[in-house]
């Protein structure tokens, strides 16, 4: 079964506006990481959340996680075109024994 | 400093046919994980790798998948009689570290087509 599954499915907004994007998984977990993957190319990865801490910053990004909902949250403040792609979170349980689970991620399109 | 190498880019076979994907992991990196996507879906995980070593391959088919990462050269992910269902991007990743506590580094893909 799917460990992380993202919310919404497909998000398009206008330049500058903020995006915000939601993971709910199932089972305990030691971290959690979001990857942006651009069509046709790989997954880069964009931020690590441990279970231990709360929110985290990285630039324009804003990563939450509350353990006892069981879910995180990726915010994108101040969209640009450059940023449609999709978002996949990853958790680091319910895969293999040392294989991170990814949800089936957010398509977001930037509108210029 | 190379990122994750993986080739071909994109792989036609036929039915029954073998295909083999290759991954040569960032500089230092001694861990390799190989994921499948199928379009619209999520990575599902299939195997992990240490230099000579399968250490995780439950994500893997029991037929006709293998996978081998040599002491030297790529790691190689192998698909024997391959059929219309193992038509799907393939993604290697690669690590420094053991276990999932840190990022993973992803090549472009092989984006197997088989007719």
């Known amino acids: 079964s799917q460990q992380g599954e993202e919310d919404p499915q497909a998000l398009s907004i206008q330049e500058g506006e903020n995006a915000t994007m939601n993971c709910s998984y199932k089972?305990?977990?030691?971290?959690l990481q979001w990857y942006r993957q651009n069509s046709g190319r790989g997954l880069v990865h964009l931020i690590l959340?441990?279970?231990?801490?709360r929110e985290k910053h990285s630039g324009r990004l804003r990563v939450t996680l509350d353990t006892s909902k069981k879910s995180s949250s990726l915010l994108i403040t101040a969209s640009r075109a450059a940023d449609t792609a999709s978002y996949f979170c990853?958790?680091?349980?319910?895969?293999?024994?040392?294989?991170?689970?990814f949800g089936k991620g957010t398509h977001l399109i930037i509108q210029p | 400093n190379a990122g994750v190498m993986q080739n071909p880019r994109h792989l036609v076979r036929r039915r029954g046919q073998e295909a083999r994907l290759r991954c040569s992991p960032m500089?230092?990196?001694?861990?390799v994980y190989w994921y499948r996507q199928l379009p619209e879906e999520g990575l599902k995980f299939m195997v992990y790798?240490?230099?000579?070593?399968?250490?995780?391959e439950s994500g893997m088919p029991k037929e006709r998948f293998s996978a081998e990462f040599p002491k030297e050269g790529p790691s190689i992910l192998r698909i024997q009689q391959v059929v219309r269902g193992d038509s799907a991007a393939y993604f290697c990743?690669?690590?420094?570290?053991?276990?999932?506590?840190?990022?993973?580094?992803f090549g472009n893909g092989t984006r197997l087509t088989v007719t």
């Open positions: 990743a690669s690590s420094p570290q053991e276990g999932a506590n840190s990022p993973l580094h």
């Open positions: 089972t305990s977990i030691n971290n």
């Open positions: 959340i441990r279970s231990n801490e």
């Open positions: 990853a958790t680091d349980s319910g895969g293999g024994a040392d294989g991170l689970t």
């Open positions: 500089k230092g990196h001694s861990h």
């Open positions: 790798l240490q230099k000579e070593n399968i250490i995780d």
